[in-house]
């Protein structure tokens, strides 16, 4: 399994759907479960892959966006919701205009915005340093 997966987790007594976050060891994953806030170190043998990013639910994009929020940008991303779609990038997008906007990955869905910010690697400053050069 990889970053991002979606997993199903079998404690023996109830199942339940998580996101696969990385490996501890060969025999433990670190996983977060949909419906615990908390990441939990659990033994691989439980885990059942579901599906990769590829085609993310909405739980699962905002549970990778955020780990890696936390892990890469102090916890911060920027979402906007416009009528014409939804834009993403990770990092606090302070100055926002026109060009800021548009420089951000945009998606039908959050998913599909996050996504592409995620595969592209989009944050606050390369939006900057796009924008900068745009306006020499």
Do not use: W
Not at 19 to 32: N, Q
Not at 67 to 73: L, N, P, S
Not at 103 to 119: H, N, Q, R, W, Y
Request: aromatic content about 10%; overall charge negative; proline content about 2%.
């Amino acid at each position: 399994m990889k970053f991002g997966d979606r997993v199903l987790y079998d404690n023996g007594n109830a199942c339940s759907l998580g996101v696969y976050l990385k490996e501890i060891s060969p025999h433990e994953a670190l996983v977060r479960l949909d419906d615990d806030s908390i990441k939990k170190v659990l033994p691989t043998e439980s885990l059942t892959f579901v599906k990769n990013m590829d085609k993310m639910d909405l739980t699962q994009a905002l549970i990778v966006a955020d780990y890696i929020a936390k892990e890469e940008y102090d916890g911060h991303y920027t979402l906007f919701g416009f009528s014409t779609g939804y834009r993403f990038c990770f990092g606090t997008l302070d100055k926002v205009s026109y060009h800021t906007t548009h420089l951000m990955p945009v998606g039908k869905t959050i998913e599909e915005a996050i996504k592409k910010a995620i595969d592209g690697k989009v944050d606050v400053d390369l939006i900057l340093d796009k924008e900068d050069k745009m306006m020499r």
